[in-house]
């Protein structure tokens, strides 16, 4: 994928898996694969992963829009905070903050985020998360 190609809100979305990585002060080597995983299912080359995360963007006007990028992105940010096996209350309370940001109702932040977490120890894929979320 030519770095033209690859949209805003998708760089938006790397950088927001990469300070989820980075917001437990334990950058670990599994988060760091995820990261480079999540880019490469998405036909992103490690290149320009590298320089999405060396020339950010301004992140906050770049928000998902349909119920399923919403959900694309917050299970990939999920993945990426259980990569080392545990959440950090950190990792927890930036997930709250995005499920918010992408326009959540605040009474249901808590209930979405502890439903991603129990879901992506469970292995369920991203394709039965929306379809639980839709029925």
């Not at 109702?105 to 998360?129: F, P, Q, R, W």
Request: contains cysteine; proline residues 2%.
């Amino acid at each position: 994928m030519e770095n033209n190609q690859i949209t805003e809100n998708l760089k938006a979305h790397f950088l927001r898996l990469y300070q989820m990585a980075i917001c437990d002060d334990d950058f670990s080597a599994l988060e760091l694969k995820m990261l480079y995983r999540c880019a490469e299912e998405r036909g992103i080359s490690s290149k320009n992963l590298d320089e999405i995360l060396l020339n950010p963007i301004n992140l906050k006007s770049l928000v998902p829009k349909t119920i399923e990028e919403k959900v694309d992105y917050l299970y990939d940010l999920t993945v990426m905070i259980w990569a080392d096996g545990i959440v950090s209350p950190n990792e927890y309370s930036a997930m709250q903050k995005y499920v918010l940001m992408f326009g959540f109702l605040e009474e249901n932040t808590t209930a979405i985020v502890d439903y991603l977490i129990e879901a992506v120890k469970n292995g369920k894929n991203k394709s039965e998360i929306l379809y639980e979320l839709k029925n």
